[in-house]
């Protein structure tokens, strides 16, 4: 067990029972070409932070401590699509659409993969998911049980959308949440901070925020 300094007070690590989730670090969200930037996003800010992330994913691996990964993309009949979904907005491209990168977030399709750097390890848990949080309709929650979770670190992408989801969804469930601040990003900076606000506020009413090296300093220590 150590103490990590984090905010809005000190977040009680306990290695054997945490896991880190790393949210949608897919190429449809940091590339030209891909969702994102279909909705007019510029996708520099999140390459910006995968050495960070993939620090963060080694500080895990290193200890021993698993690491999950979660992928936002649809079947490729869009049978898992609701049509409120795709239609919304005026993208230059929609899901399942055809872009520079194949069909658009759909499962098993170039885009949708996880970035090189960051590529899940043989024996992580992948998690395929329809919606901006990672439990609506994964066994997202079946896994955390398998391997006694109840500590989640967070990184990933966006802050306010697929992130913060996930974080109230986890948090509901009665998991202890800590996004790492610079291991997470946004195409909007005043969301991200904005976010990040909401998480730690009101006696850490989502959860905690800290930094990589905060959490490293928190591996090392326990
Ligand atoms: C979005 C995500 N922003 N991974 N997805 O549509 O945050």
């Known amino acids: 067990m150590a103490e990590i300094d984090a905010l809005p007070f000190a977040f009680v690590f306990r290695p054997e029972t945490t896991a880190l989730i790393v949210i949608d670090m897919q190429r449809d969200f940091a590339e030209p070409g891909g969702f994102g930037a279909s909705l007019g996003n510029d996708v520099s800010r999140v390459t910006a932070i995968v050495p960070t992330v993939k620090r963060l994913i080694e500080g895990f691996r290193v200890a021993g401590l698993p690491v999950i990964h979660t992928m936002e993309c649809h079947r490729p009949d869009l049978s898992d699509l609701p049509p409120a979904k795709r239609d919304r907005g005026d993208p230059s491209i929609r899901i399942g659409d055809v872009g520079p990168m194949g069909r658009v ?5 170039p885009g949708t993969a996880i970035l090189d750097e960051l590529a899940p390890r043989r024996g992580e848990i992948v998690i395929e998911k329809p919606g901006k949080g990672a439990f609506y309709a994964t066994s997202l929650s079946d896994n955390l ?14 802050t306010e959308v697929c992130v913060q989801t996930t974080m109230r969804e986890a948090n509901d469930r009665g998991y202890e949440c800590l996004v790492a601040e610079d291991a997470t990003e946004s195409y909007f900076p005043e969301f991200k901070a904005a976010a990040l606000a909401m998480i730690r506020a009101q006696g850490a009413i989502v959860g905690w925020t800290a930094t990589t090296d905060q959490v490293l300093e928190g591996i090392a220590n326990a």
Do not use: D, H, M, S
């Not at 049980?145 to 966006?158: D, E, N, P, S, Y």
């Open 145 to 158: 049980k398998r391997i006694g979770a109840r500590q989640l670190v967070f990184a990933g992408v966006t």
């Open 105 to 109: 977030l759909i499962a098993g399709e």
